[in-house]
């Protein structure tokens, strides 16, 4: 007999339920409705979280959900896959949304009309982001919510910053008149992030911000609950140490147990001592694979990425004194020089590499804050 097919997911409905009410909130002393931006590591949960858990909340109380990840497809533009997914939630509703474009003066025609029409979103094309969600307002009769995943990438490119002011002036429009938009940001760097709403000529100036609260025990319980073809039990105690050891990390955690799987010499009672030896083996291979790539760095390279990993969101990449600090990195070595254009050579370099990451308007940031722990090890 075949076995029930099994939730791949562990759900945090409480936490979804206590984000929906403050992001839905239309409590007039609230910054929720400016936009609310979720924190948290890389791999820790947050995509996964938003999807299986926020989303069908929202839905569940009255909202109409609108998902786009800015990671989805590196190669584009920010600012066309934000348009893009207000093109298919448009498409999603036809003829509904149809009535409304054409009442916003957006031609359609007959049964092909509404992709047709749908062209004409985006940035710079005759309608703008706004008059979508102007749209998809007017069409479902709901509060809107818009989640970006990883937002930061809207900074990285002109069009994108576009992109978020255009969001930004649709938020106001819509909080005025209709039921509402709320934008929800996510990303894993507080910094890349800040950059969003930190200054007041930025998009979401004022927002409010959160961090994910990481998995936590009950997930590791379900993990043991869930576990099948394993040569013996497992303990949660040590299991949940090494999670938090592995940075409350999943795939960590699973990989090591796919790892004890797949070790058929395993005896029951070496179960528990083989999962240490696998979760560590696993985050050591991940630091080697980063050490690496730092270790083949060039001086100037190496000297560059480590002032901008000790000044964080202070980094001045061209100031005079910055340069002093370039050089004494390098010690003994004096070629490249530390100026301008090598350095600049240098941070491309680096952000080809993906160790650094670069606003469109040129603040610089580590692509990953925690491989800051891991230079030490790199000298
Ligand atoms: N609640 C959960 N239940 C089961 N597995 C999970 C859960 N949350 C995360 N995972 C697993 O952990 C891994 C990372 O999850 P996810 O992609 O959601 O993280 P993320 O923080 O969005 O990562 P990234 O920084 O790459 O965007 C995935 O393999 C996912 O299946
Ligand atoms: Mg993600």
């Known amino acids: 007999m075949n076995e029930p097919a099994q939730d791949k997911t562990f ?14 909130t239309d409590d007039l002393t609230s910054a929720a409705s400016s936009g609310f931006f979720l924190s948290a590591p890389r791999r820790t949960g947050k995509t996964t979280f938003i999807r299986q858990d926020l989303v069908p909340q929202l839905e569940s109380m009255g909202a109409h959900v609108v998902y786009v990840d800015l990671w989805k497809d590196r190669a584009r533009d920010p600012a066309e896959l934000i348009a893009q997914a207000l093109r298919s939630a448009l498409a999603d509703l036809g003829p509904r949304a149809l009535k409304w474009l054409t009442r916003l003066g957006i031609k359609g025609g007959r049964v092909a009309g509404v992709e047709v029409s749908l062209d004409q979103i985006g940035i710079g094309k005759s309608m703008g982001l706004g008059d979508a969600l102007a ?8 509060i809107l919510v818009l989640i970006i995943d990883e937002a930061q990438q809207a900074n990285t490119t002109r069009a994108g910053a576009d992109a978020m002011f255009a969001l930004k002036a649709a938020r106001d429009e819509l909080n005025m008149k209709g039921k509402g938009l709320r934008v929800i940001c996510t990303g894993s760097n507080q910094n890349k992030l800040a950059a ?6 930025q998009a979401f100036f004022g927002a409010s911000r959160s961090d994910l609260p990481p998995l936590q025990r009950p997930f590791i319980d379900w993990i043991c609950q869930q576990a099948r073809s394993l040569p013996g039990t497992l303990d949660p105690e040590i299991l949940m140490a090494l999670f938090v050891e592995a940075g409350h990390r999943p795939e960590f955690i699973t990989g090591a147990l796919d790892d004890a799987r797949f070790d ?4 029951a009672g070496q179960l528990m001592d083989a999962v240490t030896g696998y979760v560590r083996a696993r985050m050591k291979a991940a630091d080697e694979a980063t050490l690496k790539v730092i270790r083949s760095l060039t001086p100037l390279q190496s000297a560059v990425f480590r002032v901008l990993a000790e000044q964080g969101a202070g980094y001045v ?3 005079e004194s910055t340069m002093a600090l370039y050089a004494r990195y390098m010690g003994e070595v004096t070629s490249p020089r530390p100026d301008t254009p090598n350095v600049q050579q240098a941070l491309q370099s680096l952000q080809e590499k993906g160790l650094v990451w670069k606003a469109s308007r040129g603040e610089y940031a580590l692509e990953e804050p925690a491989v800051a722990k891991l230079l030490p090890k790199a000298a």
């Open 11 to 24: 759900h945090r409905q409480d936490l979804a339920r206590r984000i929906a009410a403050l992001v839905l």
């Open 135 to 142: 749209a998809l307002g007017g069409a479902t009769d709901r």
């Open 196 to 201: 969003l709403t930190a200054s007041k000529d």
């Open 264 to 267: 058929l010499s395993l005896e």
């Open 317 to 319: 990449p061209f100031g």
